[in-house]
């Protein structure tokens, strides 16, 4: 069973900086395509950011230059570095990843993957 667990979540005024991170169980991170979504309560779910199995990157519109996706393949860990949030970047943050016989390069859509993480919660304050 494939088993990802975000952590790095809480509360932060405007204009500050949060670093989520995504521990991978019976996946290897580097293999496919990974990728972080959030969702507002009553919204469809976003997707935030992309990373492909040779680490090329994708992102939302409303995150580029302020959020960085990476892994670290010998911690088997995704991460999403968000600097500069503001309100509208609140949130509950998943982590997702590929089925490993699909990645889809480049796709921020939650169609395209196969296995999610619980969800951290992200508040921005102004």
């Known amino acids: 069973q494939v088993q990802l667990v975000e952590s790095g979540g809480g509360s932060v005024q405007a204009g500050g900086s949060l670093r989520l991170s995504c521990a991978a169980s019976?996946?290897?991170?580097?293999?496919?395509?990974m990728g972080w979504f959030r969702q507002i309560p009553g919204k469809e779910r976003e997707g935030v950011a992309g990373i492909d199995k040779n680490a090329a990157t994708s992102y939302a519109d409303s995150v580029k230059g302020r959020f960085t996706i990476s892994r670290d393949n010998a911690k088997n860990t995704l991460y999403l570095q968000m600097n500069s949030l503001n309100s509208e970047d609140t949130g509950m943050y998943y982590c997702?990843?590929?089925?490993?016989?699909?990645?889809?390069?480049?796709?921020?859509?939650?169609?395209?993957?196969?296995?999610w993480g619980q969800g951290t919660q992200v508040t921005v304050s102004s």
């Open positions: 019976r996946y290897t991170v580097s293999s496919t395509c």
């Open positions: 997702a990843a590929a089925w490993p016989w699909r990645c889809v390069v480049g796709s921020l859509k939650s169609a395209d993957f196969g296995y």
